[in-house]
């Protein structure tokens, strides 16, 4: 069993930035895939952002590609999202995941989910 936490939300204005943690419980954080996940009002969740165990490898949403960074620090069982130059079409609640595959990640075939935070983008 997994368990996370997110933290880091706010409200920001248009072109600012954010960093995003995901704190994860259990001894074997670094033998899971994590990800980035985000759901607008109205709107289906949506693959952000994903890393592998090792942080050797990092997908990203053709949307967030250039302004956001995915990182882990394994030490830590933390994973990290950090959002630059945002937009308030980037307005959404942020949910961290787990799975044991990063592929089931960006397929959004997800073992764990942590309950979200809100992230606003003023225009």
């Known amino acids: 069993q997994v368990q996370l936490v997110e933290s880091g939300g706010g409200l920001v204005h248009t072109g600012g930035s954010l960093r995003l943690s995901c704190a994860a419980s259990g001894r074997t954080f670094s033998s899971y895939a994590m990800g980035w996940f985000r759901q607008a009002p109205g709107k289906e969740r949506q693959f952000v952002a994903s890393?592998?165990?090792?942080?050797?490898?990092?997908l990203y949403a053709d949307s967030v590609k250039g302004r956001f960074t995915i990182s882990r620090d394994n030490a830590k069982n933390t994973v990290y999202l950090q959002m630059n130059s945002l937009r308030p079409e980037d307005t959404a609640v942020y949910y961290c995941?787990?799975?044991?595959?990063?592929?089931?990640?960006?397929?959004?075939?997800?073992?764990?989910w942590g309950q979200g935070t809100q992230v606003t983008v003023s225009s």
């Open positions: 995941a787990a799975d044991q595959s990063i592929l089931a990640i960006t397929r959004r075939d997800v073992s764990y």
């Open positions: 890393i592998s165990g090792s942080g050797g490898t990092t």
